[in-house]
């Protein structure tokens, strides 16, 4: 009940295209529900996140959008570059445990 | 966002030694979290590192392969004692940011390799 199962695993686009992540989580005690960036040898970069009680947010060329009826939400990167190659995770937060929960992780590569 | 820093950010290990593994931040924090990320897969907590009194760690890690130090509100160690291959990482610190412990940045990672 404390997973957090992120898909795809990998994904790749052309330049200007609009990657989707996805992760599913079952605990509705998940409260906080943020992305994290992470480019190779660097630690995973805040991007971007949202609570429960509100279904989208938009920060620049990222926007999560959250469904809480299917406990679902997802990444989208608008007019992707090649310099938003990395690897994406969600996570799930609880303050009940005071934890953060990591999906599995997404690798996206973006080509010119 | 604070600004954390690792030392070492790499180190090649034999078998049985130990490492310490330091974490500064530039501001105080109250909460401090290590993360082991091994290669190509996700985060996995491995303790949680508040001022003051004994760090909490997460089933499947213990005190004695994993002790933590956190003498004062900008800085904590985490050593991995008796080190094998599986322990081969990336050791992450994280620290809530602006008192939010939802909100976490993380450090650069420290990448370890046992031989």
């Known amino acids: 009940q404390q997973q957090v199962k992120q898909s795809p695993q990998s994904l790749i686009v052309q330049k200007g295209g609009i990657p989707i992540i996805n992760c599913a989580y079952e605990n509705t005690a998940f409260d906080y529900f943020p992305w994290y960036q992470q480019f190779p040898g660097k630690g995973p970069a805040l991007l971007i996140a949202?609570?429960?009680?509100?279904s989208e947010k938009k920060e620049g060329r990222f926007t999560i959008s959250f469904n809480k009826s299917a406990k679902q939400f997802s990444l989208h990167i608008m007019d992707s570059q090649p310099g938003d190659s990395a690897t994406y995770f969600c996570a799930a937060y609880s303050g009940n445990t005071g934890k953060l929960i990591f999906g599995q992780g997404t690798t996206l590569q973006v080509k010119p | 966002s604070a600004v954390i820093s690792q030392k070492p950010s790499r180190d090649i290990c034999q078998r049985g030694t130990s490492l310490t593994i330091q974490c500064q931040v530039d501001s105080q924090v109250t909460m401090m979290f290590w993360y082991r990320q091994q290669p190509g897969q996700s985060l996995t907590l491995i303790a949680t590192a508040n001022q003051g009194s004994e760090a909490t760690y997460e089933s499947g890690f213990v005190i004695d392969k994993f002790p933590i130090s956190r003498p004062n509100l900008t800085f904590s160690t985490l050593t991995v004692s008796n080190m094998s291959p599986e322990d081969s990482s990336i050791y992450l610190c994280?620290?809530?940011?602006?008192?939010?412990?939802?909100?976490?940045?993380f450090g650069p990672g420290t990448r370890l390799t046992v031989t």
């Open positions: 994280s620290v809530e940011g602006n008192g939010k412990s939802y909100e976490q940045y």
């Open positions: 949202i609570r429960p009680d509100v």
